[in-house]
Structures are given as structure tokens and as C-alpha cells.
């Protein structure tokens, strides 16, 4: 069974630290990682990994994936208070199957 | 504007009443997914299908159906709702495999009483 496990469960920070946030995972024929912000309601896509060792970036956020230990780092540098979400990992393996860890709740105090 | 839509927003129905949620995507997406999003537990997926007239479990199917008989929409049905149901469902469409940049329809709070 596929299985992703997300760390920390929740964090507090302050407006301007930067944090890294852990997805590790155990998957058939992986395909893909992919990381979402959910604010209020509905994920919003930040980004897709697939290989080893190249960092995605935008803005503020960044992330990396390793392959060979089988986890993922997102960071977020200068954090805002809108930074403030959960943010959820999934992977993808056989036939295209989506699998999400439990999220990390995530909270910038001003 | 690319989206998924969700009907309803929000339903309240007694057990055993069958229910269907609408899910419609304008993007010509050929890869559909039903979620549920409990607390504790995270998002776990119901059926996801890859094409029309293609449909695969997830990790929590039972008690769920769907269909896909038009690339555009992906209906989950409820034959016969249990309490246990009661959750927050999302849609979700992605336009290529495996799925990325996931667009999520805005969620259908369900309960079942």
C-alpha cells in the first residue's frame, strides 16, 4: 500500500523565519510528487517533482526531491501571514493513482 | 476561465437516501478524481478515472460509485449514504498523466444524519 508521511503535523512561526517542511513516502512505480496550499477550501497545485536532485522554485517557495532516501522538502523563506495554510503532499504510482499525506498545518504569526 | 464545478455546495440528507454529486470540468481534461477530506485523516481518494468509460478505485471506494461517460463530467454517487460518509468532497481534473497542476472543484460539504 502506498503511504506518505508528512512532518511536522503543525508548526507556529513568526512572520520572516524561514520553514522547511518534510514528505517522505513509500510508493509502487513512482511517477510523480506533487505539493498544494490549502487555504480555506479547495488545494491549489504549487509544484510537481519528478527527478532527483533539480529544486523548483517560485517566489518564496522552493522544493527538491530525493529519490534515492524517497523524500521531499518544500521551504518558504521571509514567511507571511498569508503564507498560513495546510500544505499537502501526494504522490503518484501505479496507474496514475493519487496517494496525499496528512498535510501540515502551518501558521505565521505577525 | 478553466474550472471545476461542483453541485451541490452543501447537503445535509438522511440514510439511505441515494445522492449524486456533479462534478464538470471545461478544460478537456481527461483525468478525473473524487476525493473525501476528513479531519486527522487528510485526502484520500475515491475513484479517479483516466478516460471515458475508464474508472479506478482509489483507496476508499466502498459505498461510492461513479461513471464517466462524457470526458467532461465525473458524478459521484451515493446508493445508500451512511453516517460514516459524512465528509468534504472534492473534485479534481488534471491535464495529463501522471496527474499535475491538479484543478480542484471548491468542495461539497456532505452530511448525513
Known amino acids: 500500500e502506498d503511504k506518505v508521511v508528512q512532518s511536522p503535523l503543525s508548526l507556529v512561526v513568526h512572520e520572516g523565519d524561514t520553514v522547511t517542511l518534510n514528505c517522505s513516502y513509500e510508493v509502487t512505480n513512482f511517477r510523480s510528487l506533487l505539493w498544494y496550499k490549502q487555504e480555506k477550501k479547495a488545494p491549489t497545485f504549487l509544484f510537481m517533482l519528478?527527478?532527483?536532485?533539480i529544486e523548483k522554485k517560485s517566489g518564496r517557495l522552493s522544493s527538491i526531491l530525493d529519490k534515492k532516501e524517497l523524500f521531499s522538502i518544500l521551504n518558504i523563506t521571509a514567511t507571511q501571514t498569508g503564507d498560513s495554510a495546510i500544505y499537502l503532499c501526494a504522490v503518484t504510482g501505479a496507474n496514475s493513482k493519487l496517494t496525499f499525506g496528512k498535510g501540515i498545518t502551518l501558521s505565521v504569526r505577525p | 476561465e478553466a474550472q471545476v464545478t461542483q453541485n451541490p455546495r452543501y447537503l445535509i440528507t438522511v440514510t439511505g437516501k441515494k445522492l449524486t454529486v456533479t462534478c464538470s470540468q471545461n478544460?478537456?481534461?481527461?483525468?478525473m478524481s473524487w476525493y473525501r477530506q476528513d479531519p486527522g485523516l487528510g485526502l484520500r481518494q475515491i475513484y479517479y478515472?483516466?478516460?471515458?468509460?475508464?474508472?479506478d478505485k482509489g483507496d476508499v471506494p466502498e459505498g461510492y460509485k461513479v461513471s464517466r461517460k462524457e470526458k467532461r463530467n465525473f458524478p459521484l454517487i451515493l446508493e445508500s449514504p451512511s453516517p460514516n460518509q459524512t465528509s468534504l468532497y472534492f473534485c479534481?481534473?488534471?491535464?495529463?498523466?501522471?496527474?499535475?497542476?491538479?484543478?480542484f472543484g471548491q468542495g461539497t460539504r456532505l452530511t448525513v444524519v
Open positions: 519528478t527527478s532527483s536532485g
Open positions: 479534481a481534473s488534471s491535464v495529463n498523466l501522471p496527474p499535475s497542476e491538479a484543478f
Open positions: 478515472s483516466m478516460n471515458v468509460e475508464v474508472t
Open positions: 478544460m478537456n481534461h481527461e483525468y
